[in-house]
């Protein structure tokens, strides 16, 4: 099936594209949404033009788009509407785990749309799921998190067994309730990985108080 992938930069979104290519899937757009300024990423804060990096070393062509939240469905719908016009896609991949409020509305847009929502990494137990991507090769990096349940000594830290086992608990492994945010830096679809070369730590509270490293440099 012809498609496009939502890309937000990190590890969940990065793998259900993976994951949607191994299926057979045709992923001919990675969709990403940036801040109305169009500076940084909407959902991990990262620069826009890292997104860019990460697209040109997986070979896919990426869409940014600035999306307000205040009509952001309406955006959407009509992003998706346009490429099922013009390229022909047929479904859209997306990196949701377990938030059903989540996928309730991700089944709304896409009836609406009449395109298939392809959820790769649904019902899987996040626990099982990040030992799998780590397996598969992936290397990512926590790049922002929430401030009263990790600290900023978790940031920059890679994702790996050691950050895994310990985590907190009550902390989902995946980071899927907004724990933290990752961005991948190297993996099986990327050409060469990416090197974070300098970085600071910044706090956030118009992020739900998250704290987040602020890469200056990379390559």
Not at 33 to 39: N, P, R, S
Not at 101 to 113: G, P, S, T
Request: aromatic share 10%; with cysteine.
């Amino acid at each position: 099936m012809k498609a496009v992938s939502l890309w937000s930069g990190g590890k969940d979104s990065c793998f259900a594209c993976y994951k949607a290519k191994t299926f057979g899937h045709e992923i001919v757009a990675l969709f990403n949404f940036t801040d109305t300024g169009g500076k940084n990423s909407l959902s991990h804060n990262l620069p826009a033009e890292l997104i860019v990096k990460q697209a040109e070393l997986a070979g896919i062509p990426l869409v940014q788009k600035a999306m307000p939240k205040e009509t952001y469905r309406e955006e959407f719908k009509g992003l998706i509407s346009e490429w099922k016009k013009k390229s022909g896609i047929q479904g859209v991949v997306f990196g949701d785990i377990y938030l059903q409020e989540h996928k309730d509305w991700i089944d709304r847009v896409c009836k609406e749309l009449e395109v298939e929502a392809i959820l790769p990494l649904w019902g899987r137990d996040t626990k099982e799921l990040i030992l799998e991507i780590i397996n598969s090769g992936f290397k990512s990096i926590v790049v922002a998190v929430q401030d009263d349940l990790l600290g900023e000594k978790w940031l920059g830290r890679i994702i790996d067994i050691k950050f895994v086992e310990e985590l907190k608990l009550g902390i989902d492994p995946c980071g899927e309730k907004g724990e933290f945010h990752t961005l991948v830096v190297d993996g099986p679809i990327f050409r060469k990985p990416i090197k974070i070369v300098e970085a600071e730590y910044i706090f956030k509270e118009s992020f739900g108080k998250h704290r987040f490293l602020d890469i200056k440099k990379y390559a």
